[in-house]
């Protein structure tokens, strides 16, 4: 009887004292176990007279059930405990200043082209697009490019198959816009967009680049409505004190057609290394749109005439905001973006 009490106090003592789960359930293993110190107590029973036999059997099984229920209890606190710790360790603090996530701005090309539409809407155009995968009727045929004029050559082109390409410029969508209008005018578009060109990439070119393309077509427009426009574009993107200067070109979409010059807004049309001494600085291709364009998109050259320009947005950014190379327009990088946050 003794023994059992003995073992009893030795029991609850450890079982109050353990600190694991782990260590716990040895403890119930060794104590109730058919090889503990009960077990061994319990053989000695046969060889008692019947009535201590009775007590004894009682005082065990009490001894057992105090045991069982110490340990018991001190699963569930155990338990506890480390659910709290689990939760003490995972704690957030909100106040910790968090991971900065870096955020990028408006892309200069994006600036150029909005600061174009804004310009132009303000003017009565509406802004156009074409597909960048187009045909070679579109891109070349409906343009006065037949197959074999030489001016294929000016464009190298990335050809999908026989009659599919990457629009080289975006003149393809001067012909979508007047197939549309069924030989109706007025029309006032610009149309910007992605072009691409078998170039080998420079700090100056690119095989993917941008453009602006503008279209205007009515009755008496005269090159003087081109040049009175394209003054207006000069000096809202690159400040009131611009000029332009028209350079006789060829297009084969045009006619007649002209180079834009626009006085050096760094210099001030003095000579500068900007402009290569010249005070000025080619922008853009222009010229009045071709009659056989015109009658090939279901127009009367007769009743209308109108006129078409091309800006480079690369170009325009690239001297608008000083940047020297172009392939830091694709390059992804938040150094060079992050520098146009706050120019306009
Ligand atoms: N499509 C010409 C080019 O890509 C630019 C241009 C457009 C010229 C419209 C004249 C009229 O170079």
């Known amino acids: ?6 073992i009893k106090e030795e029991a609850l003592s450890k079982i109050d004292s353990c600190t694991t789960l782990k260590d716990l359930n040895d403890l119930r293993v060794f104590y109730l ?13 046969k060889n008692m007279p019947k009535d201590q036999r009775a007590t004894f059997g009682q005082v065990s099984n009490k001894v057992k059930q105090d045991i069982t229920k110490a340990i018991e209890d001190k699963k569930v606190q155990l338990e506890e405990e480390a659910i709290i710790n689990k939760i003490k360790n995972e704690t957030i603090d ?44 579109f891109n070349f045929e409906l343009m006065n490019i037949p197959k074999d004029h030489p001016a294929r050559d000016m ?17 393809p969508v001067q012909a979508h816009v007047l197939l549309a209008a069924k030989g109706e005018g007025p029309i006032k578009v610009i149309c910007p967009g992605k072009t691409y060109r078998r170039d080998d990439d420079d700090a100056t070119h690119s095989h993917q680049f941008s453009q602006c393309e503008g279209l205007v077509i009515g009755k008496n427009i005269t090159m003087a409505d081109l040049t009175g426009t394209l003054e207006l574009f000069a000096k809202k993107m690159f400040g009131e004190k611009r000029e332009i200067r028209l350079r006789p070109s060829y297009f084969p979409f045009t006619e007649p057609s002209v180079e834009v010059d626009i006085s050096c ?19 853009l291709g222009a010229g009045m749109v071709n009659p056989r364009v015109l009658e090939m998109c279901g127009f009367d050259s007769e ?16 001297l608008k905001y000083g940047i020297d190379n172009i392939r830091d327009f694709y390059s992804d990088d938040l150094r060079f973006l992050n520098q146009f946050a706050r120019k306009d």
């Open 265 to 283: 807004f760094n210099c001030d049309g003095k000579g500068c290394a900007m402009c290569k001494g010249t005070g000025w600085i080619e922008v």
């Open 94 to 137: 909100i106040a910790l200043p968090s991971q900065q996530l870096p955020v990028g701005t408006i892309h200069p090309l994006t600036m150029v082209k909005e600061q174009l539409e804004d310009l132009f809407v303000g003017m009565g155009y509406t802004v156009a697009e074409g597909p960048e995968v187009e045909t070679d009727h």
């Open 155 to 171: 464009q190298d082109t990335f050809y999908i198959d026989e009659n599919l390409l990457m629009r080289t410029h975006t003149s």
């Open 1 to 6: 009887m003794d023994e059992l009490l003995q």
């Open 303 to 318: 009743e209308y005439q109108g006129f078409a320009f091309g800006i480079g947005l690369e170009r325009v950014a690239m």
């Open 33 to 45: 176990g058919k090889k503990g110190p009960m077990q061994a107590a319990m053989k000695s029973m």
